[in-house]
């Protein structure tokens, strides 16, 4: 066998990758190529095929502590094998080796007499689509792959230098996909093992986390859809610190949801920051402290991309929505907003207006009187003026845990029921009578009442307030109430689900 360098490489397998698809976009390309492969798989991690009349077999020598895979080729031997080169063979796959009565195999001779018959190995062909690229100095490739009469596509990184590798990886937009080497990955085909993907948003006030399922046709199904008040933005104030306390409560959470997505098998794990994390004086330090206690690493989002994948999660879940349309999401930190038309999107913007810093303002996680409501709802108007004076949409629809908690309270949902919540009216009379409620209870009483998330009663009644004046501002006297959210937005955009 000629010498050949082990390489570090990284590797994944989706149905797609937006990202990195893009991002290679400007890499030199090499003319696609077309292959035929024969795969022996096992329970081993070994990488054992036949291709171009070789036996080629690859061990897993090294990961790294990034994660990547350091593949040794073992063999490259032409047919007819030898009993040594056939005994290899089986010791590669981690196999008992059958009884070798030849001298020499051909392939045919070894598939049929030794390989098909062994109830440890699968034998699988393989059509590869491959396009080969120059990324950051490092070997990449998009491969379309049909095995057994199942299609995926797979995209790999490598290098003799892991670090190269590694930047590459970040790069592409591809941290939070798992390395997953051809032999895994082929079984996750064959085996049709459902292809999962997780998305954890981590807000101002909390922490919401999905798992999307795929089918083999491009459906998708709500494995998990769920959210932890963490309070990540408390006592942060304008351009403030992250303190400890909440920085500790937020990590613990994400380490529990990417452990469950782990549990899941998900195939990538996004984790994306919103308002607190912009505007962090400490953000560097927080996302550091979040990558060493949960192993993720964070991608803090602009308040334009924040809005513009809440337009795409409202209208990949509520259908086309003809005339003018805004879609408002209110969160802990800020209120992103997207005007649209006909599907299309015409302004995005982010404002800091949410429900965390008016409650610590005025100090609305209690009860208050009349005149500070009227201050604090003054003073949210005032934030709110780049939408004074637009025109009234047609539609007007709401994201967030406000609205999504208002309308569990509206049906005194004892448990929550997202397809009751999802294109639900709420009406602007039904907003007033919240408030109302809110504003005569402490946050204790605030609990007991039927439909309310209980972390939620300390900023539930700030974020009645802001849908209120979005109300006003745009002249409605009704929304619509999308339960989608970012992470149903992120699922769409990097993983069709």
């Not at 090499?30 to 096992?42: A, D």
């Not at 304008?238 to 195939?267: K, Y």
């Not at 965390?356 to 005025?362: E, K, S």
């Amino acid at each position: 066998m000629a010498t050949i360098v082990p390489r570090w490489e990284w590797r994944a397998f989706g149905r797609r990758f937006p990202l990195a698809e893009a991002s290679f976009a400007g890499s030199e390309r090499g003319e696609p190529v077309e292959s035929g492969e024969i795969y022996l798989l096992s329970d081993a991690d070994t990488n054992v095929k036949v291709r171009d009349g070789l036996m080629d077999i690859k061990v897993l020598r090294e990961v790294s502590d990034e994660g990547l895979q350091r593949w040794e080729p073992v063999m490259k031997q032409g047919f007819p094998l030898g009993t040594g080169d056939v005994a290899r063979v089986f010791e590669m796959l981690e196999v008992p080796s059958p009884e070798i009565a030849r001298d020499d195999y051909s392939f045919d001779e070894l598939l049929s007499e030794l390989v098909e018959p062994h109830a440890a190995i699968t034998v699988v062909h393989v059509e590869k689509h491959r396009t080969r690229y120059d990324v950051g100095g490092c070997a990449a490739e998009i491969t379309d792959v049909r095995a057994d009469g199942r299609s995926t596509r797979t995209i790999a990184i490598e290098s003799e230098d892991g670090s190269v590798v590694a930047a590459a990886v970040r790069a592409a937009g591809l941290s939070g996909w798992r390395d997953t080497s051809y032999p895994r990955g082929l079984r996750a085909l064959v085996d049709g093992e459902p292809e999962r993907y997780a998305v954890i948003d981590v807000g101002t006030n909390s922490v919401k986390f999905a798992i999307a399922e795929v089918d083999d046709e491009g459906a998708s199904r709500r494995v998990v859809d769920r959210s932890e008040v963490t309070r990540l933005g408390e006592g942060m104030g304008e351009g403030g610190r992250i303190g400890e306390e909440p920085l500790e409560r937020t990590a613990a959470a994400i380490a529990g949801m990417v452990e469950e997505a782990r549990g899941n098998d998900c195939r990538a794990v996004v984790v994306a920051g919103t308002a607190a994390l912009r505007d962090a004086e400490n953000r560097e330090q927080v996302v550091a402290s979040i990558r060493s206690r949960a192993g993720v690493a964070v991608q803090v989002l602009s308040g334009e991309d924040e809005s513009r994948l809440g337009f795409l999660a409202v209208t990949s879940g509520l259908g086309e929505m003809r005339g003018s349309v805004v879609v408002f999401d209110t969160g802990g930190g800020s209120t992103e907003f997207t005007f649209g038309s006909d599907g299309q999107i015409e302004d995005r913007f982010s404002l800091n207006v949410g429900a965390a810093r008016y409650t610590d303002r005025f100090r609305l996680d209690g009860a208050v009187d009349p005149g500070t409501l009227r201050e604090a709802q003054a003073a949210i108007a005032a934030d709110l003026s780049r939408i004074e004076g637009r025109p009234p949409p047609d539609t007007l629809v709401g994201m967030g845990g406000a609205v999504t908690n208002m309308v569990a309270v509206q049906h005194s949902m004892e448990a929550y029921d997202p397809d009751v919540v999802q294109g639900a009216a709420l009406e602007r009379s039904e907003v007033e009578r919240q408030i109302e409620l809110y504003r005569a209870r402490d946050e204790a009483d605030r609990r007991g009442i039927t439909g309310l998330q209980p972390n939620r009663a300390a900023v539930i009644l700030t974020g009645a307030c802001i849908v209120r004046s979005v109300m006003e501002e745009l002249r409605k006297d009704a929304l619509t109430v999308s339960d989608r959210g970012l992470r149903h937005g992120l699922l769409a955009e990097r993983f069709g689900a």
